[in-house]
């Protein structure tokens, strides 16, 4: 692992491991990452991952319905359980900021290369990879359009970005209210500054860059429950979709 990771990203890696043990998304159980997506051996989170274990079949048959793959890398990777489970069939990189034990110091699988990094500037060379994912990853990049031209870079011609499980909102302003609640929760844990690093995201940025030819493969939301809410006037929430993106 290289790349020693400066302030505020420093500050921001010791607030949000302390917030993910708080929150139950990281555990001292080896068997934790292990058992994820499908099993949460904290019993905290168990309506979320049952929703991310879904997106993860969505993702592995879409991976497996592409041609020539092998080299991938799990960009925001976090304790690799993605990755862990990727490693069965490719050769998976993991990449995070973030090195303690919820982050890649949680990986102990021999077949995963691990790299300390920011998504935003990528430490490897144009070209390396035949996939870059960023599951529950790409709303924590703080410039957008660099942390997707750095993943066209990472990728081969032809290559596939795949995004999941991160939070998308109708247009700016539903974004926007989204994130002054997030805001009020990180303040409410003496974090402000994680909100700095946290936003979601619109179609419309991601098609902005036309750096990659999307395709939505599972809208990741309740249609029933969103309708419902659309009759009540109440705001839908987020959609968590799972999105490839060929690079142009
Ligand atoms: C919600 S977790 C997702 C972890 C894992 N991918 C998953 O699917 O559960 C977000 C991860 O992104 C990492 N992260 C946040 N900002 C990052 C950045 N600029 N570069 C690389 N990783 C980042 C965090 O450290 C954390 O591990």
């Known amino acids: 692992m290289s790349n020693e990771p400066q302030t ?20 001292s159980d080896p068997a934790f990452a292990r058992q994820l997506p499908f099993r949460d051996t904290t019993g905290r989170n168990v309506a979320a991952w049952r929703l991310r274990a879904l997106h993860y079949v969505v993702m592995r048959t879409g991976l497996a319905l592409l041609p020539a793959v092998d ?3 799990d960009v925001g990777a976090g304790n690799g359980w993605l990755a862990r489970r990727l490693a069965h069939r490719y050769s998976v990189t ?24 920011d998504l935003e500037a990528l430490p490897v ?8 994912i960023a599951a529950a990853a790409l709303h924590y990049a703080v410039n957008l359009s660099q942390a997707l ?3 066209a870079r990472a990728l081969r011609p032809g290559g596939v970005l795949v995004i999941a499980d991160s939070p998308f909102y109708s247009d700016a302003l539903a ?7 997030t805001l009020g929760y990180y303040e409410e844990a003496g974090a402000a500054h994680l909100a ?12 902005g860059p036309a750096l990659f ?35 142009r």
């Open 125 to 132: 060379r144009d070209g390396t990879f035949d996939v870059v």
């Open 8 to 27: 505020p990203i420093r500050r921001f890696v010791e607030d949000y491991r302390r917030l993910r043990f708080a929150e139950g998304y990281a555990s």
């Open 196 to 207: 700095r690093r946290y936003q979601g995201l619109t179609r419309a940025e991601l098609d």
């Open 94 to 117: 993991a990449l995070d900021v973030d090195a303690t034990d919820a982050g890649l110091g949680a990986i102990d699988d021999p077949r995963i290369g691990r790299v300390r990094g």
């Open 71 to 73: 080299r991938v890398l």
């Open 175 to 181: 974004r926007h209210r989204a994130w002054r609640r």
């Open 149 to 151: 031209a750095e993943m």
């Open 213 to 247: 030819r999307f395709i939505t493969l599972s809208p990741g939301y309740e249609p029933l429950r969103a309708a419902l809410a659309r009759l009540r006037g109440r705001e839908t929430g987020p959609r968590l979709p799972v999105i490839f993106g060929w690079k």
